[in-house]
């Protein structure tokens, strides 16, 4: 980002920053509805909810900084693939909050029932994979490292198979007695969002790469996603 204009320098720091902030902040919408679900905690359940809001608004207020900078600067080259990725990472940013939010809401909806039943070992380890996924690939984009999105990338294949191995645990669970079938299917609902979190953290890894190299990666990203009986 060398130009002769010291403002635009300053727009480009500033649409980062936003990021940077807005990452920060759907990491801890997420990490509060994780413990919500971990613990029952209604009240930070809805606190969780409630954060949802601002990232909401701060996706606007990047599209709308983005859109400015592309008006007014007409930038070229790498700089432009920056403030296009950042406007994808914004997007994904807003759908993992938005997924962390659903997380929450089902915890306060169930009015406390889900800590009524022991979360299993498999679904604190996908939230846990999935929390560092989401870390990794926020400390890529803040230290410009594409090695580090890649590796980022080809770690998704693990929270596949620890949301499919948990599917079929449910699945199980509920086969045996009738009476978890409610709890279980709220429970895999959770868990889907969980994988498709996991999706949106690769996704800001591509988006980081492209900025930082000009190519999409051309190798299909590996999945390890057998399951089809959620949306």
């Known amino acids: 980002m060398d130009h002769t ?16 902030e807005m990452g920060d902040l759907a990491r801890h919408l997420f990490e509060n509805a994780i413990t919500a679900l971990r613990t029952g905690d209604v009240s930070l359940g809805q606190r969780a909810v409630h954060q949802d809001l601002s990232i909401d608004q701060m996706q606007i207020e990047i599209e709308d900084l983005a859109i400015l900078i592309i008006a007014r600067r007409q930038p070229v080259a790498s700089d432009l693939r920056h403030v296009i990725a950042c406007m994808r990472m914004a997007s994904d940013l807003e759908r993992v909050g938005d997924l962390a939010k659903s997380i929450a809401a089902r915890v306060t909806s169930e009015n406390n029932a889900l800590s009524q039943m022991a ?64 709890q279980c299917t709220n429970l895999l609902f959770c868990a889907k969002n969980l994988e498709r979190i996991g999706d949106h ?31």
Do not use: W
Request: no cysteine.
């Open 201 to 231: 953290a690769t996704n800001l890894a591509e988006n980081i790469q492209y900025a930082l190299t000009g190519r999409q990666p051309l190798a299909a990203r590996p999945k390890g996603d057998t399951v089809t009986g959620l949306p």
């Open 5 to 20: 204009s010291r403002a635009f320098d300053d727009e480009l720091l500033g649409l980062t920053s936003r990021i940077q």
């Open 119 to 182: 979360i299993s070992s498999s679904l604190k380890r996908l939230a846990a994979a999935v929390q560092k996924q989401l870390s990794r690939v926020l400390i890529a984009f803040d230290r410009l490292d594409a090695e580090a999105a890649e590796a980022v990338r080809l770690g998704d294949v693990k929270i596949d198979e620890l949301y499919n191995a948990l599917f079929r645990e449910l699945l199980t669970y509920m086969m045996e007695d009738a009476r978890s079938i409610g």
